[in-house]
């Protein structure tokens, strides 16, 4: 079964600093994506990675960034967090860029206060 | 603008009854359709699929319908069980791509016993 985790459940962090998410993948998939999800908006792609060291920005990339240094890990990093990224952040991975092969981590709530 | 919109946040369906949620999209050059499972404090799961090139599209209880001319899909669960409760996102793809999937808000199915 294809795994993808998520350090950090729960956040809470202060407006201002800097957070990083962590995503690892244990089946040695080639792509990997970071998605917020809130009400009523469903899932919105922020950054999408497509091999080591390669990104690319999703819908709504502005006030983030992301790191790709191993093939396995991606990170996502609010550089300076506001209250509005306080969000539900969703990892995934997939083998091929086919949509029907995502696979998803079980999510990080970031509350920003 | 949403390009993908499930306008039913909720749906409760007895036991052993259909369930049936709904999903309409604006851009007709969506080629893949696809539906998620999320159960609380897991990430989503891929349910069911369809291609442009069919209107239907069954997997045991499940079916996906679609209506290119409305835009609209739909996904059939008969019959209903409690373990489907869940909340279901609807996506949309161009030429079948995981890294151009756009999702609606999605739906909370409560199945009572």
């Known amino acids: 079964d294809v795994k993808v985790t998520q350090s950090s459940r729960y956040l809470v962090k202060r407006t201002g600093e800097k957070v990083f998410l962590e995503c690892v993948q244990d089946m040695d998939h080639e792509n990997m994506f970071w998605y917020r999800q809130d009400p009523g908006l469903g899932l919105r792609l922020i950054y999408f990675s497509y091999d080591v060291k390669m990104k690319e920005k999703g819908d709504i990339p502005e006030g983030y960034s992301v790191s790709r240094e191993k093939k396995e890990r991606f990170s996502l990093i609010l550089e300076s967090a506001s209250t509005n990224q306080t969000s539900m952040y969703l990892c995934a991975s997939s083998g091929d860029r086919v949509a029907n092969t995502i696979y998803f981590g079980e999510g990080s709530w970031l509350t920003v206060v | 603008d949403q390009q993908v919109k499930q306008n039913s946040p909720s749906l409760s369906v007895q036991e052993g009854r259909i369930s049936i949620l709904n999903c309409d999209y604006t851009?007709?050059?969506?080629?893949?359709f696809l539906w998620y499972k999320k159960y609380p404090a897991e990430g989503p799961t891929f349910l069911i699929s369809?291609?442009?090139?069919?209107d239907k599209n069954e997997d045991g209880r499940f079916t996906v319908f679609l209506n290119k001319s409305a835009k609209h899909l739909s996904l059939h669960i008969v019959p209903s069980q409690p373990g489907d409760s869940a909340v279901y996102f609807c996506?949309?793809?161009?030429?079948?791509?995981?890294?151009?999937?756009?999702f609606g808000s999605g739906t909370q199915l409560t199945v009572l016993p």
């Open positions: 996506a949309a793809s161009l030429s079948g791509s995981a890294r151009q999937l756009t």
């Open positions: 369809i291609s442009s090139i069919k």
């Open positions: 851009n007709s050059m969506f080629d893949y």
